[in-house]
Protein backbone atom coordinates (compact mmCIF):
# COMPACT_ATOMS: atom_id res chain seq x y z
CA UNK A 1 0.00 0.00 0.00
CA UNK A 2 1.49 3.52 -1.17
CA UNK A 3 1.46 6.22 0.72
CA UNK A 4 -1.25 7.97 -0.35
CA UNK A 5 -3.69 5.09 0.29
CA UNK A 6 -2.61 4.97 3.50
CA UNK A 7 -3.25 8.10 4.23
CA UNK A 8 -6.50 8.35 2.53
CA UNK A 9 -7.25 5.42 4.81
CA UNK A 10 -6.14 7.38 7.64
CA UNK A 11 -8.33 9.70 6.87
CA UNK A 12 -11.43 7.57 6.38
CA UNK A 13 -10.78 4.57 8.25
CA UNK A 14 -8.24 4.99 10.82
CA UNK A 15 -8.29 1.77 12.78
CA UNK A 16 -7.44 -0.21 9.27
CA UNK A 17 -4.88 2.37 8.73
CA UNK A 18 -3.49 1.70 11.76
CA UNK A 19 -3.58 -1.90 11.28
CA UNK A 20 -1.80 -2.07 8.12
CA UNK A 21 0.82 0.93 9.47
CA UNK A 22 1.77 -1.93 11.61
CA UNK A 23 3.36 -3.86 9.15
CA UNK A 24 5.24 -1.01 7.50
CA UNK A 25 9.10 -0.60 8.77
CA UNK A 26 10.02 1.28 11.84
CA UNK A 27 10.88 3.93 12.55
CA UNK A 28 12.21 4.89 9.15
CA UNK A 29 8.65 5.45 7.97
CA UNK A 30 7.55 7.52 10.60
CA UNK A 31 10.43 9.77 11.01
CA UNK A 32 10.25 10.43 7.18
CA UNK A 33 6.46 11.18 7.31
CA UNK A 34 6.45 13.81 10.51
CA UNK A 35 9.53 15.53 8.51
CA UNK A 36 7.64 15.56 5.33
CA UNK A 37 4.81 16.90 6.81
CA UNK A 38 6.72 19.75 8.77
CA UNK A 39 8.36 20.32 4.75
CA UNK A 40 4.94 20.90 3.31
CA UNK A 41 4.33 23.16 5.98
CA UNK A 42 7.78 24.99 5.47
CA UNK A 43 6.97 25.31 1.95
CA UNK A 44 3.42 25.95 1.30
CA UNK A 45 3.09 27.99 4.67
CA UNK A 46 5.69 29.56 5.60
CA UNK A 47 7.92 30.28 2.15
CA UNK A 48 4.66 32.27 0.76
CA UNK A 49 3.81 34.31 3.68
CA UNK A 50 7.34 35.54 3.45
CA UNK A 51 7.12 36.23 -0.18
CA UNK A 52 3.40 38.21 0.65
CA UNK A 53 5.78 40.11 3.20
CA UNK A 54 3.32 38.85 6.13
CA UNK A 55 4.88 39.30 9.65
CA UNK A 56 4.42 36.67 12.68
CA UNK A 57 1.13 37.06 14.91
CA UNK A 58 3.55 37.06 17.53
CA UNK A 59 7.38 38.25 18.06
CA UNK A 60 9.96 35.54 17.65
CA UNK A 61 11.18 33.97 20.82
CA UNK A 62 14.42 33.11 19.09
CA UNK A 63 15.99 35.80 19.74
CA UNK A 64 18.32 36.20 16.76
CA UNK A 65 15.77 36.30 14.59
CA UNK A 66 13.86 39.45 13.84
CA UNK A 67 9.83 40.03 13.94
CA UNK A 68 9.59 41.11 10.83
CA UNK A 69 8.74 38.83 7.56
CA UNK A 70 12.20 37.29 7.22
CA UNK A 71 10.76 35.23 10.56
CA UNK A 72 8.73 33.23 7.79
CA UNK A 73 12.11 32.53 5.49
CA UNK A 74 14.11 31.75 8.37
CA UNK A 75 11.07 29.04 9.81
CA UNK A 76 10.82 27.52 5.62
CA UNK A 77 14.27 25.96 6.55
CA UNK A 78 14.65 25.69 9.78
CA UNK A 79 10.60 24.13 11.11
CA UNK A 80 10.98 20.65 9.57
CA UNK A 81 14.15 20.07 11.68
CA UNK A 82 12.70 21.73 14.52
CA UNK A 83 9.42 19.85 14.40
CA UNK A 84 11.06 16.45 14.07
CA UNK A 85 13.43 17.36 17.19
CA UNK A 86 10.16 18.28 19.23
CA UNK A 87 7.70 14.88 18.12
CA UNK A 88 11.23 13.24 18.98
CA UNK A 89 10.74 14.52 22.37
CA UNK A 90 7.05 14.08 22.86
CA UNK A 91 6.96 10.15 21.31
CA UNK A 92 9.97 9.54 24.40
CA UNK A 93 8.07 11.06 26.87
CA UNK A 94 5.27 8.39 25.38
CA UNK A 95 7.74 5.62 25.57
CA UNK A 96 9.16 6.72 29.05
CA UNK A 97 4.89 7.05 30.12
CA UNK A 98 3.96 3.41 28.54
CA UNK A 99 7.86 1.80 30.25
CA UNK A 100 6.31 3.07 33.46
CA UNK A 101 3.54 0.90 33.64
CA UNK A 102 5.78 -1.90 33.38
CA UNK A 103 4.51 -2.60 29.87
CA UNK A 104 7.08 -3.38 27.02
CA UNK A 105 6.90 -1.10 23.76
CA UNK A 106 8.53 -0.67 20.82
CA UNK A 107 9.73 3.03 20.65
CA UNK A 108 10.16 2.76 16.79
CA UNK A 109 6.12 1.76 16.57
CA UNK A 110 5.01 4.78 18.88
CA UNK A 111 7.21 6.95 16.10
CA UNK A 112 5.56 5.36 13.15
CA UNK A 113 2.12 5.97 15.05
CA UNK A 114 2.79 9.51 15.35
CA UNK A 115 4.06 9.51 12.09
CA UNK A 116 1.16 8.86 10.13
CA UNK A 117 -1.27 11.00 12.20
CA UNK A 118 0.93 13.58 11.41
CA UNK A 119 0.99 13.35 8.08
CA UNK A 120 -3.09 12.69 8.08
CA UNK A 121 -3.71 15.99 9.48
CA UNK A 122 -1.66 18.45 7.61
CA UNK A 123 -3.70 18.96 4.41
CA UNK A 124 -6.67 19.76 6.60
CA UNK A 125 -4.49 22.20 8.88
CA UNK A 126 -3.20 23.79 5.58
CA UNK A 127 -6.59 24.08 4.03
CA UNK A 128 -7.94 25.75 6.48
CA UNK A 129 -4.76 28.10 7.27
CA UNK A 130 -4.96 29.33 3.59
CA UNK A 131 -8.63 30.21 3.78
CA UNK A 132 -8.43 32.01 6.70
CA UNK A 133 -5.30 33.62 5.09
CA UNK A 134 -7.19 34.40 2.19
CA UNK A 135 -10.63 35.30 3.70
CA UNK A 136 -8.67 38.03 6.14
CA UNK A 137 -9.50 36.13 9.49
CA UNK A 138 -6.59 34.78 10.36
CA UNK A 139 -5.37 36.01 13.65
CA UNK A 140 -3.87 34.52 16.62
CA UNK A 141 -7.22 33.65 18.20
CA UNK A 142 -8.82 32.06 15.51
CA UNK A 143 -5.16 30.14 14.72
CA UNK A 144 -5.29 29.38 18.76
CA UNK A 145 -8.50 28.10 18.56
CA UNK A 146 -8.49 26.37 15.18
CA UNK A 147 -5.53 24.41 15.75
CA UNK A 148 -6.28 23.18 19.04
CA UNK A 149 -9.05 21.43 17.07
CA UNK A 150 -6.51 19.75 14.79
CA UNK A 151 -4.42 18.83 17.69
CA UNK A 152 -7.23 16.91 19.22
CA UNK A 153 -7.89 15.14 15.77
CA UNK A 154 -4.45 14.14 15.82
CA UNK A 155 -4.71 13.30 19.44
CA UNK A 156 -7.39 10.59 18.71
CA UNK A 157 -5.48 9.32 15.98
CA UNK A 158 -2.41 8.72 18.04
CA UNK A 159 -4.36 7.16 20.48
CA UNK A 160 -6.09 4.77 17.96
CA UNK A 161 -2.38 3.95 16.90
CA UNK A 162 -1.59 3.23 20.84
CA UNK A 163 -4.64 0.68 21.06
CA UNK A 164 -4.49 -1.08 17.62
CA UNK A 165 -0.09 -0.99 17.09
CA UNK A 166 0.64 -1.33 21.15
CA UNK A 167 -2.63 -2.86 22.49
CA UNK A 168 -3.00 -0.09 25.32
CA UNK A 169 -6.06 0.23 26.75
CA UNK A 170 -8.46 2.64 25.65
CA UNK A 171 -8.79 5.14 27.92
CA UNK A 172 -4.79 5.08 28.97
CA UNK A 173 -4.16 5.12 25.10
CA UNK A 174 -6.18 8.54 24.67
CA UNK A 175 -5.30 9.92 27.34
CA UNK A 176 -1.45 9.16 26.71
CA UNK A 177 -1.53 10.43 23.88
CA UNK A 178 -3.62 14.14 24.42
CA UNK A 179 -1.36 14.91 27.07
CA UNK A 180 2.02 13.68 24.97
CA UNK A 181 -0.02 16.30 22.27
CA UNK A 182 -0.83 19.30 25.05
CA UNK A 183 2.93 18.94 26.16
CA UNK A 184 4.28 19.12 22.49
CA UNK A 185 2.06 21.38 20.88
CA UNK A 186 2.65 24.44 23.06
CA UNK A 187 6.64 23.83 22.95
CA UNK A 188 6.41 23.61 19.07
CA UNK A 189 3.91 27.00 19.00
CA UNK A 190 6.08 28.55 21.41
CA UNK A 191 9.22 27.97 19.93
CA UNK A 192 8.34 28.62 16.11
CA UNK A 193 4.77 31.29 16.94
CA UNK A 194 3.46 33.15 14.18
Known sequence: MGLLRLWWAGVRKPVTAFDLLGT??????????????????????????????????LPSRL????????YFLAETFFLP?????????????????IRLTGRRVDYDQI??????????????VLIWDWVMVLAGGWNVVVAAFSHSGFLLWGAGLVGTGY????????????????????????????LVAR
Do not use: K, Q
Not at 63 to 70: G, I, N, V, Y
Open 24 to 57: WAAPAWGLAAVFIRYTITAVLYCLPMYLMGRHPF
Open 63 to 70: TFLPSDER
Open 81 to 97: FVGLAIFLLGTAVAYVA
Open 111 to 124: VNIGGLAAIVTVPF
Open 163 to 190: RRILGLPAAGAYALALGVAILSGPVLAG
